[in-house]
């Protein structure tokens, strides 16, 4: 009776430890889930300002192709939305 009792909490404490260990797991993949994307959207500001200034006529046929969907148009959308920021945070600055 009393060796049912202790396996039974030494079952409940290794799971436990089984689910910390999974928890710290998670947190630690959330973390370098928001690194990869920072480093994406890193990759895609220099890819698309490399391929502006050598490549100008993809954007062209891109956005030919694609119409309101291409890559070109999320990227001026998101730079404009960048710069839009970073304007209302300086704005708020000076103000304050």
């Given at each position: 009776?009393?060796?049912?009792?202790?396996?039974?909490?030494?079952?409940?404490a290794?799971?436990?430890l089984?689910?910390?260990?999974l928890?710290?797991?998670?947190?630690?993949?959330?973390?370098?889930?928001?690194?990869?994307?920072?480093?994406?959207?890193?990759?895609?500001?220099?890819?698309?300002?490399?391929l502006?200034?050598?490549?100008?006529?993809?954007?062209?046929?891109?956005?030919?192709?694609?119409?309101i969907?291409?890559?070109?148009?999320f990227?001026?959308?998101?730079?404009?939305?960048?710069?839009?920021?970073?304007?209302?945070?300086?704005?708020?600055?000076?103000?304050?």
């Open positions: 009776m009393i060796e049912q009792i202790i396996q039974s909490l030494f079952i409940i290794a799971t436990g089984i689910l910390l260990v928890y710290q797991i998670a947190k630690m993949l959330g973390s370098l889930f928001v690194i990869g994307l920072i480093g994406f959207l890193a990759f895609t500001e220099v890819y698309g300002i490399y502006f200034f050598t490549e100008r006529y993809l954007y062209v046929e891109d956005l030919a192709t694609n119409g969907w291409s890559f070109t148009v990227y001026i959308a998101f730079n404009l939305l960048i710069v839009a920021g970073l304007v209302i945070k300086v704005v708020r600055n000076r103000i304050v």
